[in-house]
């Protein structure tokens, strides 16, 4: 399979979709079918998340290493520092290797006690993510990707300091950027505008979820440190009890966001799939670009 690196430097839009491991077996059904039909869209990436302990983190190498070897579409495999030794890590990384996944995100994680609680460093482990990237790039056959955040990481103190850690991810080594889900496209420019104006000249793909469900997506605004845009409430609320309209207006707030951060120059697009492929085909075939 690709480097995503590579991909990228072709400077064609670049359209990414990203997974978890299910849970179960009705989970797995409901995964391989989204990838398949995903799949059509001919995506210049797929990404598998990895879990915050326990059985799924295998589950990352597997599901990884079967899509680079049953399907025509490049994986690339989250790993975060959260409980692991740098042996570990480095285990992890031949696994990857030998299953055909040339791509990592590499990411801190969040603390084993949810985001907002104290980080728990791991003994022979590290503590950030630009550690991490550089004991990945260690390797030459590893293309690595970070993430970065368009209102600056909730746990942040301000946004230079954001900056700064964003200079010493891209300083390891750091070959591409995807953003945490972005509420409005102005963040996502000021971001890349923060990030160019400190030297970072890697792409930065924004991150997409569209709103399906309003208390499922005001939890995980929540969860980030973050506040839903006032402007996207005035559309959602008033159809709170019409969940088929939530739905609709969600994704057309979506593709709107979509178009908006295309034509201000970003690089692609990264949807957060939840494993759904319906949501992501809607807002793709919508887009003006597809029109
Ligand atoms: P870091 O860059 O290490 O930053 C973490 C915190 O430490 C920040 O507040 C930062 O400001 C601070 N910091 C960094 N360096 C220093 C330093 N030298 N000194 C002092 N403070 C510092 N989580 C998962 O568990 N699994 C996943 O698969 C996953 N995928 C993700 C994909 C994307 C695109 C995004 C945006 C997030 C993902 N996350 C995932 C969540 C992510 O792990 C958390 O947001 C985590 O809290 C931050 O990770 P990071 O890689 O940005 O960490």
Redesign the pocket.
């Known amino acids: 399979t690709s480097s995503i690196a590579a991909l990228l430097a072709r400077g064609e839009r670049s359209f990414s979709f990203?997974f978890?491991p299910p849970k179960d077996a009705a989970g797995e059904e409901i995964l391989w079918r989204s990838i398949s039909e995903l799949e059509e869209l001919r995506p210049t990436f797929v990404?598998?998340?990895?879990?915050?302990g326990g059985s799924t983190r295998d589950r990352?190498i597997e599901i990884t290493g079967r899509i680079a070897r049953e399907t025509s579409m490049t994986p690339m495999a989250?790993?975060?520092?959260?409980g692991h030794t740098v042996e570990e890590i480095d285990q992890i990384l031949d696994s990857l290797a030998a299953a055909g996944v040339r791509n990592v995100?590499?990411?801190?994680?969040?603390?084993v006690g949810g985001?907002g609680t104290p980080?728990v460093p791991t003994p022979g482990g590290v503590?950030?993510?630009?550690d991490?990237v550089a004991l990945v790039r260690r390797r030459e056959q590893f293309a690595v990707g970070?993430?970065?955040?368009p209102e600056?990481?909730?746990?942040?103190?301000d946004l230079e300091?954001?900056v700064?850690?964003?200079r010493?991810?891209y300083d390891a080594g750091a070959e591409f950027a995807?953003?945490?889900?972005v509420l409005r496209a102005s963040d996502y420019l000021a971001l890349v505008e923060r990030s160019r104006a400190a030297g970072i000249d890697i792409p930065i793909i924004p991150?997409i979820m569209p709103i399906l469900n309003l208390n499922s997506m005001r939890k995980m605004v929540e969860l980030?440190g973050r506040e839903m845009p006032a402007e996207v409430l005035r559309r959602i609320e008033p159809l709170a009890d019409d969940p088929e309209a939530v739905r609709a207006e969600g994704i057309r707030i979506a593709t709107e966001l979509c178009d908006e951060l295309l034509a201000g120059g970003a690089p692609g697009l990264?949807f957060y799939t939840l494993n759904r492929s319906k949501a992501t085909r809607e807002i793709y075939t919508s887009l003006a670009c597809h029109a």
């Open positions: 990203e978890f990404s598998v998340t990895y879990g915050a990352t989250h790993l975060t520092c959260v995100l590499a990411l801190r994680g969040d603390p985001p980080w503590d950030y993510a630009a991490l970070v993430a970065v955040f600056g990481h909730r746990d942040c103190a300091q954001d700064r850690v964003m010493a991810k995807i953003t945490e889900m991150g980030s990264h």
